[in-house]
C-alpha cells in the first residue's frame, strides 16, 4: 500500500471508530468519509461494505479478546470462561448496534463480520470444553448458544442504558442455568 493510501487507511479506522462509538454500527459512511478527509469511493476502495469497516474495526478488540482466552485470569474453568463471556458482552457493548450485527453476522457465514465472529466461536469453543472436562458445565451447553445468548445480553443493556448493572444481572441469571 502507498504511504497516502496507508494514511488514508489509518484515518478511515480512527474516523469510523470514533462514528460508531458516538452513533453507533449504523452511523453514515459518508460521514466516516467527510470526517477522514477522503472521499466516499476511497472509503469504498478501502471497505468495499459496511460490514468490512465493521470488521477492520474492531479487529484490536478481537486479538484483545482472543488473547484472553488462550490466557485466562482464572484457573479454575468456569469462571474464565465467564470471565470471557463477560468481556465479550462489555465488546458488543461499546458500540451501539454491534450486538445485533454480530448475531445477524452467526447466521451469515459469508459475511465480514464472520471473520471477527469466527475466530471468538473457537476461542470460546476452547474454554466451555476446558469447564465441561473439569464437569463445571453442563455438556449439552454449546458456543452457538453462549455466543447467541452475550449478543443477546449486549443487546437487551444496550435498549436500556439508563440500567448500568443490566448485562451482569441477565449474565448472572444465565450462568445459573449452566451449571448441573
Known amino acids: 500500500m502507498r504511504?497516502?493510501?496507508?494514511?488514508?487507511?489509518?484515518?478511515?479506522?480512527?474516523?469510523?471508530?470514533?462514528?460508531?462509538?458516538?452513533?453507533?454500527?449504523?452511523?453514515?459512511?459518508?460521514?466516516?468519509?467527510?470526517?477522514?478527509?477522503?472521499?466516499?469511493?476511497t472509503l469504498y476502495r478501502h471497505f468495499p461494505t459496511r460490514a468490512d469497516l465493521l470488521n477492520a474495526v474492531f479487529q484490536e478488540a478481537l486479538a484483545e479478546l482472543l488473547d484472553r482466552s488462550r490466557r485466562p485470569e482464572s484457573d479454575e474453568p468456569c469462571r474464565a470462561l465467564v470471565e470471557w463471556l463477560r468481556a465479550v458482552i462489555a465488546h458488543a457493548g461499546e458500540y451501539r448496534g454491534l450486538a445485533h450485527a454480530l448475531m445477524s453476522a452467526s447466521h451469515d457465514r459469508s459475511s465480514a463480520l464472520a471473520r471477527c465472529s469466527d475466530p471468538l466461536r473457537a476461542a470460546g469453543e476452547r474454554l466451555l470444553g476446558r469447564a465441561q472436562e473439569a464437569g463445571q458445565v453442563r455438556a449439552d451447553v454449546s458456543i452457538g448458544d453462549l455466543m447467541q445468548l452475550t449478543n443477546a445480553i449486549a443487546l437487551a443493556a444496550e435498549q436500556c442504558p439508563e440500567d448500568p448493572e443490566l448485562a451482569d444481572r441477565l449474565l448472572a441469571l444465565t450462568l445459573r442455568g449452566l451449571k448441573d
Open 3 to 41: 504511504a497516502d493510501a496507508r494514511r488514508n487507511h489509518e484515518r478511515l479506522l480512527v474516523e469510523a471508530r470514533a462514528a460508531f462509538a458516538e452513533q453507533g454500527a449504523d452511523a453514515p459512511l459518508e460521514e466516516v468519509a467527510r470526517r477522514a478527509g477522503v472521499g466516499i469511493g
